[in-house]
């Protein structure tokens, strides 16, 4: 696993201990992961509500990210680091980091760049393309790709979001 807990107490134990304390008076909330319990809340639902998303390490970092919520991640080598703060070094939440509008896109244009269809993972292709690069050649093409759909180019602004209420999951 990405994170050290074990069970609910080990969690509480780290949300009182770290978390609560660099949240002042703003209001923590928690948000159990799916495969322990499902909430039957909607995530998008509960970024509505929150001011910064703290975790340990999760792919919700991503749904907080495009919903304009700052993150703040207890793994300091998460795949997200480059538009996150590290928790350990914020002495409040108010402090976390929001990308400017040039890395927001570099970050998401580099991890859909990484998205494989299961199609395309039937035939191989992806694991051909990871060795090949790794090994240092570069890809060949050996069929024309199909043209991409017209899809609107979505940029953010750099600035970052207004502060709502305080409330972490």
């Known amino acids: 696993p990405t994170h050290p807990f074990r069970d609910e107490a080990s969690i509480r134990t780290w949300i009182n201990g770290e978390v ?20 039957g809340i909607p995530i998008e639902t509960d970024l509505e509500g929150a001011a910064v998303v703290v975790l340990w390490s999760s792919n919700s970092a991503h749904d907080a990210l495009i919903a ?16 996150t703060s590290f928790g350990p070094d914020l002495a409040s939440f108010d402090d976390a980091f929001w990308p400017d509008a040039a890395t927001w896109n570099a970050y998401f244009n580099r991890l859909a760049y990484g998205q494989w269809s299961f199609e395309e993972i039937r035939t191989g292709r992806p694991m051909k393309f990871v060795s090949d690069w790794i090994a240092g050649i570069a890809p060949e093409v050996t069929e024309q790709a199909p043209p991409e759909p017209e899809i609107e180019e979505v940029k953010i602004k750099s600035e970052p979001p207004q502060r709502r209420p305080y409330r972490l999951r």
């Open 20 to 39: 609560k304390p660099r949240a002042g008076k703003m209001e923590v909330r928690y948000r159990p992961h799916p495969r322990i319990k499902h909430v």
């Open 68 to 83: 304009r919520r700052p993150v703040v991640r207890w793994l300091d080598g998460a795949v997200f680091r480059p538009v």
